[in-house]
Every structure is written in C-alpha cells, then in structure tokens.
C-alpha cells in the first residue's frame, strides 16, 4: 500500500483563489510528521510547512496551511490567495517514528496551475 | 540565508564513466541524505548519513553506487561506472539531525544527471 497518496495529478485554479491540495496517508506509528515541499520549475525543493501527529492545531505559515485530520489520516495544504508564483508541483511526505528513522517518503505531487 | 549546495548543477557524461556529485550541508547539520528523483519512480531515498555515519543505504544500487563523508562539511556521491538508467536529478538534503519527527530535511538544488 501507498504510504502517502496525493490522487490530484494536476489543478489548475484562478489568480487569487484559495486551493487545496490532497494528501492522505498510511501509517500504523503514534508518532510521525508530515510536511510540503514545493518545486518549482526550476527543480529546486522548498520546504512549506510542517505538522506532528501530536499537534492539537492545525500548522500555518504564512499563505500556507495544513488541514490535519488525524482520524482520517488527511493533511490537506491550503493555499490561500494564489499567485502565479504558486505554479509549480507539490509533494507531501511522511516520516515515521522519533529517532532513528528519518526518511521521508514522498507522494507522487501534485502540479498546480495558477491561471491569471 | 543557510543553504544546502550541490556540484555540478548539470552533467553529461558517457554510459561507463564515473560521476562524482557534492554537496555541503548547512553547517550545524548533522545528517545528510541522497535522493534520486525520476519520472517513473518520483523521489525516493539512497542513503543517508548522520554524524558522517552511514545509516541506511538500502535504497542504493551498491554494485555501481557509492557515498561517504570524507567530513562535516563534504558529501559525496559516486556512480562507477555509469549507466543510462542512472540518469535523473539528485538531491542533496540536511537536518538537523535530533532524531525529532519535526527534524525538517532541506534541499539543495539538485544534480541533473543525464548519461548517454
């Protein structure tokens, strides 16, 4: 089974909506982080945002936002007020379990679309 | 503004010759990790270091592939010798390293690796 799926190959969304990008996830660990990265077109991976499987509110920076829904095993990024700076592919990811195992598996990503 | 870098950003080579990409991690980061990115399998893991250790190299080729810490502020991947399949973009990542769920992985720009 996938351990992170993002089932939005592409979204194409107008300049100044707000969008939302799917993640769901799979995991049998209490204890585990989810994050976003975003890549640009010119391939470079920038982490967005984070949230702990413990965090009682949902994380936000900035523009960005996280919808954690532990139950369902969702954490949704939102993006509010999209830029055309937003275009580009969108990656969530997982790790799994506090010391030793750092790595993080990422979903297939999604690629956003900003129409002006 | 602490950043992850790589060498080469770009590099053709020939089916049989050796690659060599390097990365600086930010400093003050004690763990590093190679990722692969290709359109079939997206981005998965290689190897990672913590302390200039290696932990988990289960994601590379051994046959072909190499990485070590020569030292904190160096680390190396090889590829000897060198096969078409081989060709993809390579990130180099760091963190903190504190074993921490939250411990975020920042990325370099990326080796883009074509072999002919």
């Known amino acids: 089974a996938q351990k992170i799926t993002q089932t939005q190959p592409g979204m194409f969304v107008q300049e100044k909506e707000a969008v939302t990008l799917d993640c769901t996830y799979d995991t049998s660990d209490q204890s585990y982080g989810l994050f976003w990265y975003k890549q640009p077109s010119s391939g470079e991976m920038i982490f967005l945002i984070y949230q702990g499987s413990y965090d009682e509110q949902n994380a936000t920076e900035g523009r960005y936002s996280l919808n954690f829904q532990k139950a369902r095993k969702s954490a949704n990024l939102v993006i509010s007020a999209s830029q055309l700076g937003d275009s580009a592919m969108y990656f969530c990811a997982m790790r799994e379990r506090n010391f030793g195992n750092e790595k993080l598996t990422f979903g297939t990503g999604t690629r956003l679309t900003i129409i002006p | 503004d602490a950043r992850v870098t790589q060498t080469p950003r770009d590099k053709v080579t020939e089916m049989g010759q050796e690659v060599t990409m390097r990365c600086q991690p930010i400093l003050g980061h004690n763990t590093v990790f190679w990722y692969r990115q290709t359109m079939m399998q997206g981005l998965e893991l290689l190897a990672y270091f913590r302390n200039r250790a290696p932990l988990d190299d289960s994601g590379m080729p051994k046959d072909r592939f190499s990485a070590e810490m020569p030292d904190a502020t160096l680390a190396t991947l090889k590829i000897q010798p060198s096969e078409p399949r081989d060709s993809a973009v390579y990130f180099c990542?760091?963190?903190?390293?504190?074993?921490?769920?939250?411990?975020?992985?920042?990325f370099g720009p990326g080796t883009r690796l074509t072999v002919l």
């Open positions: 990542a760091s963190g903190p390293g504190g074993g921490r769920a939250w411990d975020t992985q920042y």
